[in-house]
């Protein structure tokens, strides 16, 4: 079955989109807009509701984008974990994918806060891991440069075997509860993690009982070759970036081959790319919210989110001249810069071309028409070993999420790529992964 | 006024209190209980809830107290315990008195009678067996008792320290913790609150929304003009 997650920015998926006039009049720390987009997601069945995220203000550096809040950018946001744990009260199916950098914070909070996400929403958290890729953030944390890619996939992989021999710190049946005898908790169904490594030194155990499903989901969104390697070896869900077909496919392939040599089934992974999806009840309705969307950007504002996207000053470059070659894999560049510049490359772009390129979709792939066509690029793509199913983006929140799940979903599921329902009640059910086996009971 | 907080920890107060009957059934993981006794704690019109918290698992190394209490062990360190200091702090920042509330926690046994108060602690009581008793009042006193007799007297000297650490507490305000919850929290806020509420210490309905406003504090200040406000759209 196809998987199916969203973006969750209340700002939209397009850099005009909050300017659009069906989008939200506001969304600045407003908790009903959240709300709705969850409600709205899983009257349409969708698997997850993913948030991207950071911990430091971006593009201050570049007042004319700053002013413009691309949706990225996020200078004001609510705190994914806690805001699901509010959503979670307000939903009963969909998944809820928080982000959380295993650069800064401490495996334990990790641990813990998912889990305890887990126990609120019965079985539906999902931890998105991340090892930071603005340079900013370090300097939040104490550190004035940012860490070398190598060294902070090194460090992820140990927070995440950390995080997971956390999470099976207590036996699914250690908590008795027992009022006759008094027994709490049977003592001998704990154990201590005690690890020392590199990079943490974590005694245990995690003051969070075995969790719904098991463990949370564990998401991944790097694309680099450690991110690549680092998803084969743990990871359950992989944001992709992948401009074109033929791309993911080599993606899909690539990492999906990395998996046996980790023990692990190819289906223990649900490669998941990025899709931007412009839908209409025709081709016609959806041209027009296109091309609406596009009238709402500036050239200049355009060519400073193309700078930040590729981390490269275009602001000198002719807006009719050649994209400058790629500088190389900067530290804190990211997969969607590189493979926009690749684009560029491969199809000899203008900047301007480029920008008109990447805009509506914000670097990712992304597919425009009637809920046929859309549901065609979306099948073929499945079928075609491309992907496990798409994280969608909505260029503008709410109408283009409704559209979707009132157009595409119907025609999605009389092609049965889509279950009429949810298939179970966790996250893992629905997307069709196995529940980690409670060693305690092995 | 005198404002009050509550600590929703449905294992419920005391040690041995999660195993009465009317206890919830299952408080482990349990987010309908947090939530059931939030609202009691609502209807009450307290200023809010007060939830304690660390990192760790205690008393692994205490088989008896770790299998009989679990999750509810470790508020002891952590219970707002600032009034103790209060002079010495309000003197050493400078801030007027009434910026910084204090809140003794209380432990209440309410009953409709004393003679239903007097049950319900006794029954408490028999629910808690000699071992994980005598390890958790070990920790309390910082003091071995383990190597005592259960019904042996406690040393003099402790008990003196321990009554002028409960006598030098004094606060505008409670943390009010119950042995058995829900009951014991739903029993205070019917049988109690009317009462206070009669003589005007504690409120009948909420003034404001925001937390600050239930005990009286004032609102931050803003680092921004009000100017800078009316230029955006602002937040909700």
């Keep these: 079955m196809m998987v199916l997650g969203f973006t969750g920015g209340a700002l939209g998926g397009h850099l005009g989109g909050w300017r659009h006039r069906d989008s939200f009049p506001t969304t600045t720390m407003h908790l009903q807009c959240m709300v709705e987009m969850a409600q709205i997601a899983e009257r349409g069945g969708l698997d997850m509701m993913f948030l991207a995220d950071g911990n430091g203000v971006r593009q201050m550096d570049k007042p004319a984008l700053f002013a413009a809040n691309s949706p990225s950018d996020r200078p004001a946001v609510f705190e994914p974990v806690t805001l699901f744990a509010a959503l979670a009260q307000h939903t009963s199916r969909i998944g809820l994918v928080a982000t959380a950098t295993t650069t800064y914070e401490e495996p334990f909070s990790i641990a813990r806060k998912f889990a305890s996400l887990d126990h609120l929403s019965g079985g539906r958290a999902g931890w998105n891991l991340v090892t930071t890729q603005y340079v900013e953030d370090a300097k939040n944390f104490g550190r004035d440069e940012h860490m070398g890619r190598v060294e902070r996939y090194v460090r992820a992989q140990e927070s995440l075997d950390v995080v997971r021999a956390l999470w099976d710190s207590w036996a699914t049946d250690a908590f008795l509860q027992d009022k006759a005898t008094g027994r709490y908790l049977d003592p001998t ?10 990079h943490f030194a974590v005694k245990g155990p995690l003051n969070v009982a075995r969790t719904p499903q098991g463990q949370p989901v564990v998401f991944m969104a790097g694309q680099s070759e450690a991110g690549k390697e680092l998803a ?16 993911a496919q080599r993606e899909y392939a690539d990492i999906k081959d990395r998996m046996p040599k980790y023990g692990r089934p190819p289906d223990a992974l649900k490669i998941l790319p990025a899709l931007s999806v412009f839908v209409g009840r025709t081709r016609a309705e959806a041209d027009d919210l296109y091309e609406e969307l596009q009238a709402l950007i500036a050239p200049s504002l355009a060519v400073s989110y193309l700078s930040k996207l590729v981390d490269f000053d275009l602001s000198e470059a002719p807006l009719d001249g050649p994209m400058p070659a790629s500088a190389g894999e900067s530290v804190g560049g990211t997969a969607i810069g590189r493979s926009v510049l690749e684009m560029a490359a491969r199809e000899g772009l203008s900047v301007r071309a480029t920008y008109e390129r990447v805009l509506p979709s914000m670097g990712g792939n ?6 046929v066509q859309v549901a065609d690029v979306m099948e073929d793509w499945y079928t075609g070993k491309a992907c496990d199913g798409f994280m969608l983006s909505m260029p503008v929140q709410p109408r283009s999420l409704r559209d979707f799940v009132e157009l595409v979903v119907p025609e ?7 279950s009429p329902r949810y298939r179970g009640k966790t996250l893992r059910e629905n997307m069709g992964l196995s529940i980690p086996a409670d060693p305690f009971l092995a | 006024m005198t404002p009050l907080a509550g600590i929703p920890h449905p294992v419920g107060g005391p040690l041995g209190g999660w195993r009465r009957e009317d206890v919830f059934v299952r408080p482990a993981m349990n987010l ?50 600032r009034h103790r200091d209060q002079p010495l702090r309000r003197t050493r920042d400078g801030r007027p008195p009434d910026r910084l509330k204090s809140l003794p926690d209380v432990s209440l046994f309410t009953g409709r009678s004393a003679t239903e108060a007097d049950d319900l602690y006794l029954e408490r009581q028999s629910l808690i067996s000699p071992a994980p008793g005598v390890h958790y009042l070990s ?35 409670f943390t009010i913790m119950t042995p058995v919850q829900p009951t014991g929290l739903g029993d205070f806020v019917d049988l109690v609150v009317p009462g206070l509420q009669r003589r005007g210490i504690i409120r009948k309905e909420y003034e404001t929304a925001p937390l600050r406003g239930h005990p009286g504090l004032p609102d931050a200040p803003s680092r921004w003009p009000a100017a800078a406000h009316k230029a955006g759209r602002g937040a909700a």
Excluded at chain 2, 39 to 66: S, T
Aim: charged content about 35%; glycine content about 12%.
């Design chain 1, 189 to 198: 169904r704990v154990r201590l993690t005690n690890h020392r490594g590199t």
């Design chain 1, 232 to 247: 084969a070896y743990g990871g359950e869900g992989l944001f992709g970036t992948a401009s074109s077909k033929a791309q």
């Design chain 1, 366 to 371: 992304m597919v425009k028409g009637d809920p």
């Design chain 1, 412 to 418: 999605l599921q009389r092609r049965g790529l889509r």
């Design chain 2, 32 to 81: 309908e209980a947090f939530i059931g006794m939030s609202r009691i704690a609502e209807r009450g019109k307290f200023d809010g809830v007060f939830l304690a918290d660390d990192n760790g698992a205690r008393d692994m190394d205490r088989p008896a107290l770790f299998t009989a209490l679990s999750g509810r062990d470790g508020d002891e360190e952590c219970r707002p315990r």
């Design chain 2, 139 to 173: 920790k309390m006193l910082v003091h071995d008792l383990e190597t005592l007799p259960p019904d042996g007297p406690l040393s003099s000297d402790l008990a003196v320290e321990r009554e002028d650490w409960w006598q030098s507490r004094a606060g505008d305000r």
